[in-house]
């Protein structure tokens, strides 16, 4: 048996997911822990593998996240279980507790309790049916939302539909689960063999998801190989999912981001909706809707071509690119390494020119009191560092060290 290696006297564990029934679905990273708690835990969540072997997943946990120390998962006690290889991807860390899913037919919730995961409850569909397979999150007060994986093309509307599920995850039910309807594409979509597709073999790829002024906002693409060169955003009542709206817009190529958990969109203290966008030479871009309106607003267009291409091969696996951008306050946002102030689209600063290491692409980026934004750096001689930008002062700083025997950090969350 492995176990477990901490330095200094930060009181750390490290431990796999243990094998359980049910799998779940976890949050954004909107809402944060009540800081008015006297002990504060945190978690980092870490990939341990290489090309011979496959991935397994870990969780360190630490009161300090800037303590002087060196953590690892190397000889962790408790071998990681075979689900979570879908732990990352299919999963969402909210207030402490930890969603993923499993076999596309289970939501579980867990927590880590006494060093350990702990389930506290979990939701079942039918097996092979993939309707719990979760997309694209959102936590708001009716709960968890999430874009279901599966997809269907309904004949007599002619439309493709998502189901949208809202979760009361204190319960651990379903509130609700309800298709949301997607305009069948007016240009031919085509496989990988370069045929045609016909409607009902049609995939549709949510990039960006929130929800706010009680309608859902859901920017998406059709499939993986058509090279489109316009942003579509969906556009509908929320929770009833009526009057769906098409919007368009071709100034700065289609909807960037992956299907799972991270996120390619955020809204500032106005209310107004960004999201991100990606052209044909893989630069960035960004757009706007505006706080109570449902267009794209026609005078912001943001081209990032000066950042080029922030997504990057992710470092916790093996899956695919990501881009993962957090808002932090007052107009300014975190996407890849760069400070930006997108309201008057200026780069404030390249995190990774203060020489540190470089900045990690995560599923979650962690921040804490409106100011202090924490990330993972990986130096050029392979060493890997939770570190904290400091807003106010413009200043990054090491914290805790991860043994460099990893393979990447997924994400940083607050316990407790």
């Given at each position: 048996?492995?176990?477990?290696?901490?330095?200094?006297?930060?009181?750390?564990?490290?431990?796999?997911?243990?094998?359980?029934?049910?799998?779940?679905?976890?949050?954004?990273?909107?809402?944060?822990?009540?800081?008015?708690?006297?002990?504060?835990?945190?978690?980092?969540?870490?990939?341990?593998?290489?090309?011979?072997?496959?991935?397994?997943?870990?969780?360190?946990?630490?009161?300090?996240?800037?303590?002087?120390?060196?953590?690892?998962?190397?000889?962790?006690?408790?071998?990681?279980?075979?689900?979570?290889?879908?732990?990352?991807?299919?999963?969402?860390?909210?207030?402490?507790?930890?969603?993923?899913?499993?076999?596309?037919?289970?939501?579980?919730?867990?927590?880590?309790?006494?060093?350990?995961?702990?389930?506290?409850?979990?939701?079942?569909?039918?097996?092979?049916?993939?309707?719990?397979?979760?997309?694209?999150?959102?936590?708001?007060?009716?709960?968890?939302?999430?874009?279901?994986?599966?997809?269907?093309?309904?004949?007599?509307?002619?439309?493709?539909?998502?189901?949208?599920?809202?979760?009361?995850?204190?319960?651990?039910?379903?509130?609700?689960?309800?298709?949301?309807?997607?305009?069948?594409?007016?240009?031919?979509?085509?496989?990988?063999?370069?045929?045609?597709?016909a409607k009902k073999d049609i995939p549709l790829t949510p990039s960006s998801f929130s929800i706010r002024d009680n309608?859902?906002?859901?920017?998406?693409?059709?499939?993986?190989?058509?090279?489109?060169?316009?942003?579509?955003?969906?556009?509908?009542?929320?929770?009833?999912?009526?009057?769906?709206?098409?919007?368009?817009?071709?100034?700065?190529?289609?909807?960037?981001?992956?299907?799972?958990?991270?996120?390619?969109?955020?809204?500032?203290?106005?209310?107004?909706?960004?999201?991100?966008?990606?052209?044909?030479?893989?630069?960035?871009?960004?757009?706007?809707?505006?706080?109570?309106?449902?267009?794209?607003?026609?005078?912001?267009?943001?081209?990032?071509?000066?950042?080029?291409?922030?997504?990057?091969?992710?470092?916790?696996?093996?899956?695919?690119?990501?881009?993962?951008?957090?808002?932090?306050?007052?107009?300014?946002?975190?996407?890849?390494?760069?400070?930006?102030?997108?309201?008057?689209?200026?780069?404030?600063?390249?995190?990774?020119?203060?020489?540190?290491?470089?900045?990690?692409?995560?599923?979650?980026?962690?921040?804490?009191?409106?100011?202090?934004?924490?990330?993972?750096?990986?130096?050029?001689?392979?060493?890997?560092?939770?570190?904290?930008?400091?807003?106010?002062?413009?200043?990054?700083?090491?914290?805790?060290?991860?043994?460099?025997?990893?393979?990447?950090?997924?994400?940083?969350?607050?316990?407790?």
């Amino acid at each position: 048996m492995k176990k477990l290696n901490v330095a200094g006297m930060l009181l750390a564990t490290a431990f796999a997911m243990p094998f359980i029934q049910s799998c779940s679905k976890t949050p954004d990273t909107g809402n944060k822990p009540d800081d008015t708690k006297q002990t504060k835990e945190y978690a980092i969540f870490v990939t341990v593998g290489n090309s011979s072997s496959s991935e397994n997943y870990y969780t360190l946990t630490t009161a300090d996240l800037m303590k002087d120390t060196l953590l690892s998962p190397v000889n962790s006690g408790i071998e990681p279980d075979n689900i979570t290889s879908w732990a990352d991807i299919y999963s969402v860390f909210y207030q402490g507790s930890f969603y993923y899913t499993q076999d596309g037919n289970i939501i579980s919730k867990q927590r880590i309790i006494n060093g350990k995961y702990k389930e506290l409850g979990n939701i079942v569909a039918s097996a092979g049916s993939w309707q719990l397979g979760m997309m694209k999150t959102f936590f708001n007060n009716s709960g968890l939302n999430f874009l279901s994986w599966e997809v269907k093309y309904n004949q007599a509307e002619d439309v493709i539909e998502k189901n949208l599920y809202i979760i009361d995850t204190a319960a651990m039910t379903i509130k609700s689960n309800n298709p949301v309807k997607f305009p069948v594409p007016g240009f031919t979509i085509y496989d990988n063999n370069g045929n045609p597709m016909a409607k009902k073999d049609i995939p549709l790829t949510p990039s960006s998801f929130s929800i706010r002024d009680n309608k859902v906002f859901i920017g998406f693409y059709y499939d993986w190989i058509t090279k489109l060169d316009t942003a579509y955003m969906l556009v509908c009542d929320y929770p009833a999912l009526t009057n769906v709206k098409l919007l368009k817009d071709n100034r700065l190529g289609h909807v960037s981001g992956a299907w799972y958990a991270s996120s390619s969109s955020f809204t500032d203290e106005n209310g107004d909706y960004y999201f991100s966008t990606i052209s044909k030479n893989k630069t960035y871009g960004l757009l706007r809707i505006k706080s109570g309106t449902t267009v794209i607003d026609p005078d912001y267009a943001y081209d990032l071509k000066e950042v080029g291409n922030i997504s990057g091969a992710v470092s916790w696996g093996d899956y695919a690119g990501s881009d993962h951008h957090v808002y932090i306050k007052n107009g300014l946002a975190l996407m890849g390494s760069y400070i930006i102030d997108v309201r008057n689209k200026k780069v404030i600063k390249d995190l990774n020119s203060f020489g540190l290491g470089k900045v990690q692409i995560t599923m979650d980026t962690y921040t804490e009191n409106g100011n202090e934004v924490y990330v993972v750096l990986k130096t050029d001689d392979a060493r890997w560092f939770v570190a904290k930008y400091d807003v106010a002062a413009n200043t990054l700083k090491r914290g805790v060290e991860i043994h460099s025997g990893i393979k990447g950090i997924s994400r940083i969350g607050r316990l407790k």
